[in-house]
């Protein structure tokens, strides 16, 4: 069943996004920052062409505080325009299977009651998420979707919410290294949409319609079946669409949203071990370039290779220990005439155990939340990995949204290094004070809370009747849908009936308070320290680019985050870790 | 306050236009044009031109004379897919996989293959492991009067062993291997005739 050579997945998962990440790193630096100067010569003449036509002919000299309101209104208006998108997509073209309205999903309330009426919530559920650049899904897209809500709404905003967090992060970064003028948030968007999404998009796109994946606006397709007569299915109705272009951005734009249900488990999604590759390396991409970018930005590349180490640190040992519990058997197969083999509930052959654990360590870790197999069937031990990574929220996660939540995470670790060394804490050259720690301890308490604050409520009213699964693993489902809420990741224990609106409302609300602050409270630290006098460096600061401050972090983001879950944690996976396998 | 608005929806406008008209259709046209037959869904026809499946997705075989594919949670719906969602310690799971090994006339001396009791993350998995071939090649031998030499070359040369530099396991795409079955003895083709 394993085959011998299984380990060599997570090598070239790991080794081919690394190895890229440092030329890619290097010319998001050059394509992205460009010198108000220079702007619009040469190559970025087609950005600033595309500016004019929203008339912006020269960047703006931007603070933080309009930078931010920048960002929020454009993120304002794609909510308004995607809720619409999907509200009317019944009228709207492209619908060659006559989907209805997203709002007539109809639901089983608490006491299993069904309702079919109106149930707008999942509507403000799915634009909360896909405006979060989260990807949580209450629907399921080849059964409610049309084709044009899949590309105008979907793949869209696939687009532009890790353009709009990439913006943000160059945004901060041109504040640490002391500019007052942050950039211009359109200039940003377009050059990141132009430069970097839409083009690694295409090429991975084109090459995953060669492996097998769909890209057809024709119907569902319709086959008459070989053994009809004795399964009792004549036909079978295998649904299709334009996935290649929803796939190859969800992989790259840390989205996560699957055009099937199952995601990148559906054969159409991810047809064979090589489309698999293909998509896990893209994963963290662009979440590993960002930081190389920081390095160059920043003007100091060590200081980015320690942040990049600290998380890839973290991303190796997650990854290990999940493929070491996945490739042990499924307690539910102890004691019966099967073969002694690895967990293959929920899993696909072509991919096996091992690739399978490595897709859900890196799916998380990166908040891009698409899966190849399906993470409520995981060992317990195997399924605790994807959340603790998402509890942590800082292993390179997003595209722009994991260097934030890390800069929240190095103010609290130049705080308590400087405690305890009695000294002004210093960061990049500039003192870190009470604002910034009390907006960096803020930044940090909201994802804690809304996780372990929303999991309390709904275990302990009558909401819990929507788990699927008994005992410690009924409550970590519901603890895995408000980390991934939170986290902004989008994957799911998807046993539990989620599509209601008491958890639509909830983990909508989640989304937003997971996304909006994270991004909002580091661009403000980071304005507010462009405008303090650099300290001249003595042998007395801290110094950011070597070992020491490395462990520093590690040890600050591991403590702070065991101090925030283990309680959770305890109660869920490692429960059900610990429960003694049911016999039939 | 108005001027900030106009200008956000004027970026939705133009990011719609790039993301959401330009790049699909152009993935669409090259997709169209370089791989056709992928981007149709790698339909399977047969001699009248009818599609009879798709080569990635899993169709239902019950029949002894076919080799069976993985379990389903969604009785191999292509319109619905989805996996189980049990948990490891849920007494469901134990129960189904432990009716699954007894209609495979599992036992300890005997076992099942695992992704034979286990129901796949799609439901719609097109493969099966070589051990779970050769755990039916018996019956569906004996169903087709097959010598079992002859479905066992079938099964070898069904057999992907693609990809193993990068960790990809083996494995037997279900329906191909059916088919190739359907060829091997025309008869069988007057037999389907006469049940439908």
């Known amino acids: 069943m394993e085959s011998s050579t299984a380990w060599l997945n997570p090598t070239w998962a790991f080794a081919l996004p690394i190895a890229a990440s440092f030329p890619l790193g290097w010319l998001m630096a050059r394509l992205l920052d460009v010198p108000t100067n220079r702007a619009g010569k040469g190559i970025d003449a087609i950005p600033m062409f595309v500016c004019r036509l929203i008339g912006k002919k020269t960047p703006e000299a931007m603070s933080w505080k309009q930078y931010a309101y920048a960002m929020l209104a454009f993120n304002a208006a794609l909510f308004v325009i995607a809720f619409g998108l999907l509200y009317f997509q019944q009228s709207l073209p492209l619908n060659p299977d006559d989907k209805g309205s997203l709002a007539t999903l109809g639901y089983k309330d608490a006491a299993g009651l069904a309702h079919d009426g109106a149930d707008t919530a999942v509507i403000f559920n799915t634009v909360c998420s896909f405006v979060t650049n989260t990807n949580l899904q209450h629907y399921s897209g080849e059964q409610n979707l049309s084709y044009f809500s899949q590309i105008g709404s979907i793949v869209w905003l696939m687009f532009v919410t890790p353009a709009a967090g990439l913006c943000v992060m160059l945004a901060t970064l041109r504040g640490l290294r002391g500019d007052r003028d942050l950039g211009d948030f359109y200039v940003d968007l377009m050059r990141s949409l132009i430069f970097v999404l839409l083009p690694l998009a295409l090429v991975l796109a084109v090459a995953l319609v060669g492996l097998g994946v769909p890209m057809t606006f024709g119907p569902a397709t319709k086959a008459i079946t070989l053994d009809g007569a004795a399964t009792k299915v004549e036909t079978q109705a295998i649904a299709r669409g334009p996935v290649a272009a929803l796939v190859a951005i969800k992989q790259v734009g840390t989205n996560g949203g699957g055009y099937f249900g199952p995601n990148s488990t559906h054969p159409f999604e991810n047809p064979t071990p090589w489309s698999g590759l293909l998509e896990l390396a893209s994963i963290p991409l662009l979440p590993m370039a960002s930081i190389i970018m920081a390095g160059y930005l920043l003007r100091d590349r060590k200081h980015s290779l320690v942040i990049f180490g600290v998380m890839l640190t973290l991303l190796l040992v997650g990854c290990v220990i999940a493929i070491l519990a996945e490739v042990q058997p499924s307690a539910a197969t102890l004691g019966l005439p099967v073969h002694s083999g690895p967990n293959m509930e929920g899993k696909e052959v072509r991919f096996g155990p091992v690739a399978s654990a490595t897709w859900a360590a890196i799916t998380t870790a990166t908040s891009n939340g698409s899966v190849n197999s399906m993470h409520d069937s995981l060992n317990p031990i195997a399924g605790m990995v994807p959340m ?3 509890m942590l929220n800082v292993v390179f996660s997003g595209i722009g949204a994991g260097f934030e939540n890390m800069l929240m995470y190095i103010i609290v670790a130049v705080f308590i290094a400087g405690l305890m060394v009695g000294r002004t804490p210093e960061y990049l050259g ?5 604002k910034e720690v009390k907006l960096a301890m803020l930044a940090l308490l909201i994802h804690p809370l809304v996780i372990c604050g929303g999991a309390a409520i709904f275990a302990a009213t009558s909401w819990k009747a929507f788990v699927a699964n008994p005992g410690a693993h009924g409550f970590s489902e519901i603890l895995y849908e408000f980390t991934s809420a939170a986290a902004n990741n989008g994957s799911g224990f998807e046993g539990l009936a989620d599509n209601n609106p008491a958890w639509n409302i909830a983990t909508g609300i989640v989304l937003l308070l997971g996304r909006f602050p994270a991004l909002i409270f ?14 001249p460096q003595t042998t007395g600061t801290l110094r950011t680019d070597n070992l020491t401050f490395a462990g520093m972090l590690l040890g600050t983001v591991i403590l702070v985050g065991a101090l925030s879950f283990m309680p959770a944690v305890v109660l869920g996976p490692v429960a059900d870790q610990l429960t003694s396998p049911a016999k039939p | 306050m108005i001027r900030e608005s106009l200008r956000a929806l004027a970026a939705c ?13 152009t993935v669409w046209i090259l997709a169209q044009v370089v791989f056709p037959d992928q981007a149709e869904g790698s339909l399977i026809k047969n001699q009248e031109r009818e599609v009879i499946g798709s080569a990635l997705i899993a169709q239902p075989f019950a029949s002894d004379r076919y080799f069976q594919p993985r379990p389903s949670a969604v009785d191999y719906n292509a319109s619905a897919a989805g996996g189980s969602n049990l948990g490891t310690h849920n007494p469901d799971l134990a129960n189904k996989i432990a009716k699954r090994a007894e209609a495979l006339s599992a036992s300890p001396e005997v076992v099942a293959p695992i992704d034979l009791v286990t129901a796949s993350g ?16 018996n019956r569906v031998a004996t169903a087709r009067n097959l010598p079992i030499e002859r479905v066992r070359q079938l099964i070898e040369r069904n057999t992907d062993r693609s990809a193993a530099v990068i960790g990809a ?8 291997l059916n088919i190739d079955l359907d060829d091997e003895k025309p008869l069988s083709k007057s037999v389907v005739a006469e049940v439908r």
């Open chain 1, 388 to 390: 603790v990574l998402m």
């Open chain 2, 169 to 176: 396991p083996p494995r037997i795409n279900v329906l191909k």
């Open chain 2, 122 to 137: 799609s439901g719609l998995d097109p493969h099966i492991t070589p051990e779970a071939a050769t755990y039916q090649a």
């Open chain 1, 522 to 535: 580091p661009l403000a630290v980071a304005g507010s320290l462009a405008t303090k006098k650099r300290v």
């Open chain 1, 430 to 434: 500039k003192k870190v004070e009470s």
């Open chain 2, 13 to 25: 406008l133009i990011t719609f236009g790039l993301c959401a008209v330009a790049y699909p259709a």
